[in-house]
């Protein structure tokens, strides 16, 4: 590659959007038309910065370059209750063309990229580092065996990140090359190991999960060498697969292209448009087209209605695909960034134009959030918009989508409708879980191997009152032991969680509402686990002092099915475990309760405890 300089034309847009923030939604209601409305700024501007939906609901925007060409190592929190951007900590090094991964147990593996920083040749590295979301800070983890910029970086279905390709320093120091190498980070050992090669070496591809564990490498450039033509890589698309660590051809795609797309439908398919493409008159195309994986080819999807690179693609709780932004020639036949937006419709195949962004944008961030809108951000600008459909379900399982294999911890991700204010989640019809937030690790090896359900209900309430608003469910082929040469989980099934009855009062999801009751469960089935001795709050004790995270820990007797938890009357959790994390920062310093309230399978209450704590944050 040439050198990295400030300006946009040497800038590219890596997009590594994670695909497998699965959601969860029910029967259709609408919205509001269809339309982008702004919302809070960014500290600063960022450019091929990453933009990663957390699993407590909040986005992380990280690095990045601020438009005056230097890296930054900053971050930020993107809160979509208060609809503002606050500073968490920063990355140990300054980067960007880097990616962002969602790990299945809630941090984010940042990994490679460059620091530009005014050096027209800067370097590129290897090393990575994690965010973890409860203290805010990055620290570092094991580095990738080359250095690589352009790449993808995708979450398998064993919880472990494929990396892919990219840019990386050639064997005498000067200059990059595309890399076909692959690795494989492994979060339980904080390690990246060498996998198969690609095919091609590539940059500024897509890698997309499938439904059956394998991943999508499509498109991307290889030039022969800075600055020259590029070979026909961008036409050709291979699959990995993690059970033999290998990468095969699939079929080719009807337009070259690199910078482009490439997102998950709900029928498992892929949406792949746009992007750089030397077929193309301009150099820049409109062309579509979706990727099937039972046939392993891909068919014409229609035109985009403007031809755009360096975009943003996210899906939307109806199905349809949202693209927006990016480059585009303009009639003076130079490139400049687009405002306008258009909806890719996979029943008709077809794109229509919707509303457009405040601003034009390219080399910016997308992030699909768990009220079905989509943040948009950065670019050569700090401001963001918010993007709402004109239709939304009112509660959607997104991912993993139906008939999807899962193996070991899966993240079920949701959106819902503002009448939502909770949403209760089962497998095969027992309690797991109850929301908010809208995202939940669920660990499979708690079922055998086969087909099961996960579902939820919907609730919504008024003057307290509960009312089931809607369901969702989805079938997935839990295949633990089978997809990777991880060890064998052997499968045991644990006694149904018994969840809470609604009287408390827990934090909706925005717009807040007046009235907030507390989680509605399912009829009382199975055997609770046992224990001696009355509802008692153990942890901590009375009058004690706390602060930031305080760990609430209760025993309950064998009449007692399942307890509520609450801080000053409010609802907090509900049992089982009998352990809960309250953050204590979320109320102001002086005293507040925690109470406890057991009830049985009839759904009275058999037993109350109580503490008082002194907050001292």
């Known amino acids: 590659m040439g050198s990295y300089s400030g300006s946009k034309k040497n800038f590219c847009f890596a997009l590594s959007i994670v695909c497998a923030i699965s959601i969860l939604m029910i029967s259709a209601a609408a919205v509001s038309a269809q339309t982008f409305s702004p919302t809070?700024?960014?500290?600063?501007?960022?450019?091929?910065?990453?933009?990663?939906?957390l699993l407590n609901g909040r986005v992380l925007v990280a690095g990045g370059n601020d438009g005056t060409g230097l890296t930054r190592g900053t971050a930020e929190l993107y809160n979509q209750a208060t609809g503002t951007f606050t500073a968490t900590g920063s990355m140990a090094m300054a980067r960007q063309f880097h990616t962002a991964t969602l790990l299945t147990n809630g941090k984010v593996l940042m990994a490679g990229g460059i620091s530009n920083n005014g050096n027209p040749s800067p370097p590129v590295t290897a090393t990575a580092e994690l965010y973890n979301p409860s203290t805010g800070t990055f620290t570092s983890t094991g580095s990738m065996s080359v250095s690589r910029l352009y790449h993808t970086a995708t979450l398998l279905c064993s919880g472990r990140v494929l990396i892919t390709g990219g840019d990386t320093t050639t064997a005498s120091g000067v200059g990059t090359e595309a890399s076909s190498s692959a690795e494989i980070y492994d979060p339980a050992t904080g390690a990246f190991t060498p996998t198969g090669n690609m095919v091609n070496g590539r940059n500024n591809h897509t890698a997309t999960l499938l439904p059956d564990c394998k991943v999508l490498i499509a498109g991307g450039s290889a030039p022969s060498a800075p600055g020259g033509p590029d070979n026909p890589v961008g036409l050709t698309a291979e699959l990995y697969d993690p059970s033999t660590g290998t990468f095969t051809s699939t079929g080719s795609m009807t337009t070259?292209?690199?910078?482009?797309?490439?997102?998950?439908?709900?029928?498992?398919?892929?949406?792949?448009?746009?992007?750089?493409?030397p077929q193309a008159p301009d150099t820049f195309t409109n062309t579509a087209e979706i990727y099937d994986p039972s046939s392993g080819s891909f068919t014409s999807a229609g035109n985009m209605v403007n031809e755009r690179t360096r975009h943003i693609a996210a899906l939307l709780a109806n199905g349809q695909v949202l693209v927006a932004g990016g480059d585009a020639i303009n009639s003076s036949s130079s490139d400049a960034s687009l405002d306008q937006a258009e909806l890719f419709d996979p029943s008709t195949n077809s794109f229509t134009e919707t509303g457009s962004m405040t601003q034009a944008r390219d080399q910016f961030v997308a992030s699909r959030l768990n009220n079905g809108l989509v943040l948009v951000t950065g670019g050569y600008s700090q401001t963001s918009d918010l993007y709402t459909p004109a239709t939304m379900p009112v509660a959607k399982i997104i991912s993993p989508v139906n008939n999807s294999v899962v193996q070991n911890t899966v993240i079920i991700s949701t959106t819902v409708s503002p009448k939502v204010q909770w949403i209760n989640l089962y497998v095969d019809g027992n309690y797991i879980t109850s929301s908010p937030p809208y995202n939940f690790p669920w660990d499979s090896t708690t079922v055998a191997n086969g087909s099961h359900t996960i579902s939820i209900e919907a609730f919504s309430s008024s003057s307290g009152s509960r009312t089931e608003v809607g369901s969702d469910s989805i079938t997935v082929d839990v295949k633990n032991g089978t997809i990777t040469s991880s060890p064998t989980i052997t499968a045991t099934r644990t006694p149904t969680p018994i969840p809470p009855t609604p009287t408390g009062t827990p934090t909706p999801i925005p717009p807040t509402p007046t009235v907030t009751p507390t989680p509605i469960p399912p009829t009382p089935t199975?055997?609770?686990?046992?224990?001696?001795?009355?509802v008692t709050i153990t942890s901590p004790s009375n009058g004690a002092t706390v602060s930031g995270t305080v760990s609430i820990v209760t025993t309950k007797s064998s009449k007692v099915q399942w307890e509520n938890i609450y801080i000053d009357g409010n609802y907090l959790a509900s049992s089982p475990p009998t352990t809960f994390s309250w953050d204590s920062t979320t109320v102001s310093n002086g005293n507040h309760t925690i109470s406890a309230k057991g009830f049985n399978s009839s759904r009275t209450v058999v037993g109350k405890a109580s503490v008082t704590v002194n907050v001292q944050n």
């Open 526 to 534: 199975g055997t609770p686990t046992p224990a001696s001795g009355p």
């Open 256 to 277: 070259g292209r690199w910078y482009h797309t490439a997102t998950s439908l709900l029928d498992g398919r892929v949406l792949v448009a746009g992007g750089f493409s």
């Open 40 to 53: 809070g700024s960014m500290s600063i501007s960022r450019l091929d910065a990453t933009a990663t939906l």
